[in-house]
């Protein structure tokens, strides 16, 4: 076994894993994962910089994981940035700071590195025999890749809770105008990644990340967030419908109150569960596999 550690820094939420991982066998044993949001991305999609803030939020996070990576002694690090620091005029200063602290470079990754690491990470314990759709939905953009056992097709698209609650929600709950305008953002990034990924021909949907463990989470009933319930779980088409339009339809105090929900992810959770219903309506998905393994054990991996 190898001890590694990962971590992946997007336009919401920056994560760390440390585990134990076999390279020959890709088997990985997690010892620490956790979650911080830092809301990198504030701004970016009108500024096009980095705000000050959300520099220093995510630097303050960087040295409470340095801290955790030096008490469990792994040898290796991998950092990857996603989709924010991509678009930033000011990531070179992101990239200092992150240097400074964790004694590595952030490796700015593109949108068809990020599906493959997603990929590799939410697939590498299924072992089935069909194709999958994995969709990893994130804060600034969104990826979708097709494959068995290995990729076969990818495409990032710049749709994520984030960018797309900036962009048009400024009601409490959102109108039904600043709905659809979520909604043709969303089919419009649909018909792009279509162009490249067949979307509608694989046999699994897996759905990734924060937004759509949020979602599965509400859908089960918990009464806190429980990431073994979650994990692996299977989230009917109605059942992702029911908590959208409860989601939209809700305030901001009454989605904070829901007991799984992350104080970081109130303002923008409708517009990612949003996100998750209409791909599987493009599809045709009667339901979605929830994974808690993403990009984040596919960096693991990749270290190892």
Same mark, same amino acid.
């Given at each position: ?86 678009? /930033? #005029? ?7 700071? =992150?240097? !400074? $602290?964790? &004694?590595?470079?952030? +490796?700015?990754?593109? *949108? ?11 697939? /590498? #314990? ?7 759709? =994995?969709? !990893? $939905?994130? &804060?600034?953009?969104? +990826?979708?890749?097709? *494959? ?23 009601? !409490? ?132």
């Amino acid at each position: 076994m190898t001890r590694v550690a990962g971590i992946d820094c997007g336009t919401n939420s920056i994560r760390l894993l440390v585990a134990d991982v076999d390279p020959e066998t890709g088997e990985l044993i997690e010892l620490d994962r956790r979650m911080t949001i830092v809301r990198l991305g504030q701004g970016v999609d009108k500024t096009g910089r980095l705000a000050p803030e959300a520099l220093e939020r995510t630097f303050a996070a960087c040295r409470e994981y340095a801290a955790v990576i030096r008490e469990l002694g792994a040898g290796r690090l991998r950092f990857v940035a996603t989709s924010a620091s991509r678009d /930033a #005029e000011n990531r070179d200063e992101f990239v200092r700071g =992150v240097l !400074d $602290i964790l &004694g590595v470079e952030p +490796e700015v990754i593109s *949108g068809d590195e990020e599906a493959e690491f997603s990929f590799t990470g939410a697939t /590498a #314990e299924l072992h089935g025999t069909e194709t999958y759709l =994995v969709v !990893d $939905i994130g &804060g600034g953009s969104t +990826e979708f890749v097709v *494959g068995n056992k290995h990729v076969e097709a990818a495409r990032s698209v710049d749709i994520g809770c984030v960018r797309l609650t900036e962009r048009h929600v400024r009601t !409490d709950p959102p109108s039904a105008e600043e709905i659809a305008a979520i909604r043709a953002d969303v089919r419009a990034a649909l018909d792009l990644a279509a162009e490249t990924v067949p979307i509608t021909e694989a046999d699994t949907l897996v759905g990734l990340a924060g937004s759509v463990t949020t979602v599965a989470a509400i859908a089960l009933g918990l009464r806190e967030y429980d990431s073994e319930r979650i994990h692996r779980s299977r989230i009917s088409y109605e059942q992702v419908a029911d908590v959208v339009g409860r989601l939209l339809t809700s305030t901001h105090e009454e989605r904070a109150a829901i007991p799984v929900m992350h104080p970081g992810r109130v303002d923008v959770i409708a517009a990612g569960a949003l996100v998750l219903l209409e791909i599987m309506e493009r599809i045709g998905a009667r339901e979605v596999v929830v994974s808690e393994h993403d990009i984040l054990d596919g960096i693991a991996l990749s270290v190892a």
